[in-house]
């Protein structure tokens, strides 16, 4: 039987896993739906930024939901509003309807990353407490990865609704798993638990005004910046590459998902690496190395003038960097503050990259209505990657001499 921790840590893992399926499966569907529908891709921007708009809610409001019903129960409502959402997604026949129901999908999705990765920390035993973040926060690209290669048979077999179908499907198999196998409770020292007037729970998440408490306030605005800039740029990436290689790089509908498979093959082999590294390296400088790695393959990739495979692998190469500064930025949170604020650092860090998530599409979405080429566009998108290096720099010299903050 494996240790609890462990067990926790992999049914994190697999929500987070579907979790991530989820949140990308309009992003590859669009060139499909676009033609179905006979619109131009870029009217479908209010649907994708809608999916970064709910996640963004339900990270804000996970505070307050973890303080009245605990991170058991708010995972597994989670997880049953986006397959339910995954679901409904499917009836979708105008822009504004499709709209609405990524929105409300999307709240389940908000709740449940920084619930499990927070929960699964906590019960880990404390030298392992980065390493067990960054294994979980990796089902993210590795889901994203499965639904683009699910993605490229299941659109030419049996049509875009087949996608969100599969979406509703794992997480409803998921839910029994996470009823009987996670902790009602945390392991949160007894001294925190007094502090915050509780007899023993542990469940009580702290303020976001604990975040700029005890010296953490220059960090956690380091994070936050860091967080928003990754994530502007990789979601950006993440929303729109098959539209790009459908208009841009001569790709078919059915082809273009492969640009999804690219990413996320790359990011899985880069976070893969995060995690022998962190116990060697510093999270924060590893996270910044790879922004900085995935800056300079996509300029590659928009400069070079590739076409084809070669594309796809240098859009991977570039995913090996981004992805891992995407997910990495949890990983670093975790290491940042005590327990008594890990949930709400979490989940707020990863609200902060949520608004870059909305920006980053947006403009992109802008962009292309406005018929700016696929290779301007690459360009564009890099620049927020390489600003996110140099903050991660920052924030590495700001806790050099810091070790994990004690509760």
């Known amino acids: 039987m494996p240790s609890r921790w462990r067990r926790i840590a992999v049914l994190g893992f697999l929500t987070v896993l579907a979790d991530g399926f989820d949140t990308n ?7 499909k739906m676009a033609k179905e529908w006979g619109l131009k891709s870029s009217a479908f921007t209010p649907a994708l930024v809608a ?9 804000v ?6 303080n009245r019903f605990g991170r ?16 409904l997604t499917v009836l979708a026949d105008s822009i504004a309807v499709l709209t609405v129901l990524r929105l409300f999908t999307a709240l389940g999705l908000g709740v449940v990353l920084p619930a499990s990765i927070s929960l699964a920390t906590d019960h880990a035993p404390q030298g392992r407490r980065e390493s067990v973040g960054v294994m979980v926060v990796i089902g993210i690209a590795i889901g994203n990865m499965v639904a683009g290669g699910a993605g490229v048979k299941l ?38 638990r007094a502090a915050a007037g509780q007899s023993g729970s542990g469940e009580k998440a702290a303020t976001v005004g604990r975040l700029f408490q005890g010296g953490l306030a220059v960090p956690t605005a380091l994070l936050w910046s860091f967080a928003f800039l990754v994530f502007m740029s990789g979601y950006a990436l993440s929303t729109w590459i098959p539209t790009l290689l459908n208009t841009s790089f001569g790709f078919s509908e059915e082809q273009a998902p492969m640009g999804t498979v690219a990413l996320g093959v790359g990011g899985v082999l880069g976070s893969l ?43 991977a190469i570039g995913s090996s960097g981004t992805v891992p500064g995407v997910l990495g930025q949890a990983a670093v949170a ?20 949520r608004v870059g998530s909305i ?15 696929g290779r301007d566009v690459l360009l564009i998108a890099a620049v927020p990657m390489a600003a996110a290096a140099v903050v991660a720099v920052l924030l590495a010299r700001r806790t050099a001499s810091a070790a994990e903050p004690q509760d």
Not at 25 to 31: E, I, Q, W
Not at 334 to 353: D, E, F, H, M, N
Not at 359 to 373: M, N, T, Y
């Open 25 to 31: 499966a309009l992003t590859f569907v669009v060139p």
């Open 51 to 59: 999916t970064h708009v709910g996640v963004v809610i339900g990270y």
């Open 61 to 66: 409001l996970l505070g307050r939901l973890v």
């Open 72 to 87: 058991k129960p708010v995972i597994i409502s989670g997880t049953t509003i986006f397959a339910v959402g995954s679901a």
């Open 155 to 192: 659109i030419a077999a049996y049509g875009w609704t087949a996608i969100f179908w599969l979406g509703a499907a794992l997480p409803t198999l998921l839910l029994p798993l996470l009823i009987w196998g996670l902790p009602r409770t945390a392991p949160v020292p007894s001294g925190v």
């Open 273 to 315: 690496a995060l995690i022998p590294l962190s116990t060697r390296v510093r999270t924060v400088l590893l996270v910044a190395g790879g922004a900085l790695i995935g800056s300079a393959f996509v300029t590659v990739t928009a400069l070079s003038g590739a076409v084809g495979t070669v594309l796809l692998v240098l859009l």
């Open 334 to 353: 975790v290491g940042l503050y005590p327990a008594s604020a890990r949930t709400t650092g979490v989940a707020w860090a990863a609200a902060i990259g």
């Open 359 to 373: 920006v980053g599409p947006a403009v992109i979405g802008a962009l292309l209505a406005a018929d700016v080429s």
